[in-house]
């Protein structure tokens, strides 16, 4: 396990939450890459995305992400992350990627409106489609998977466990 730890998800996974307590049990510090784009942007994801297009979103996205310095830090990414190799090949070298899986069926749950969450998606896919397709990207970069279909207390024991096996 290296020195950093960047979650990976779909929205209403949990990252931003579980993220911060990861951090402030750990001591490290936090960032939501999320909340990068719209303190500089001064607006929504989803008036970003928006405004500037799922392309120049992407790029946006990818920007943020490789400006973060590492260093004892817990990053909870966007849900779209995974569209950028560049960006996650970035975190790959600097952070273990923890995948917070969670089911689709508690992801509806949780998210009680994707059109205002600043969801990148095409617009014939719907939002299952689109839960599909990202799995495996997920899952493909993620060097370890975390279950988070109960309780966040329940997820971050389960990475607290692994960490302190590795």
């Known amino acids: 396990m290296k020195k950093s730890i960047s979650l990976v998800g779909m929205a209403g996974a949990g990252k931003s939450s579980i993220g911060k307590q990861l951090a402030d049990y750990l001591g490290f510090g936090f960032i939501d890459s999320d909340f990068l784009i719209e303190t500089e942007h001064q607006e929504s994801l989803q008036q ?36 950028s190799e560049l960006a996650m090949d970035y975190l790959r070298s600097r952070s273990s990627i923890i995948f917070i899986k969670v089911p689709y069926d508690k992801i509806v749950e949780r998210v009680s409106n994707f059109s205002e969450r600043g969801f990148l998606k095409t617009s014939d896919q719907t939002i299952q489609e689109a839960f599909v397709e990202r799995q495996s990207l997920y899952e493909n970069f993620a060097d370890y998977e975390v279950a988070n279909d109960a309780s966040q207390e329940k997820c971050l024991k389960k990475i607290l466990d692994l960490i302190d096996q590795k």
């Open 48 to 83: 970003v995305l928006d405004k500037f297009g799922k392309e120049n979103f992407l790029k946006i996205e990818e920007k943020a992400l490789m400006s973060i310095k590492f260093n004892n830090t817990v990053l909870a990414t966007g849900g779209s992350a995974i569209f």
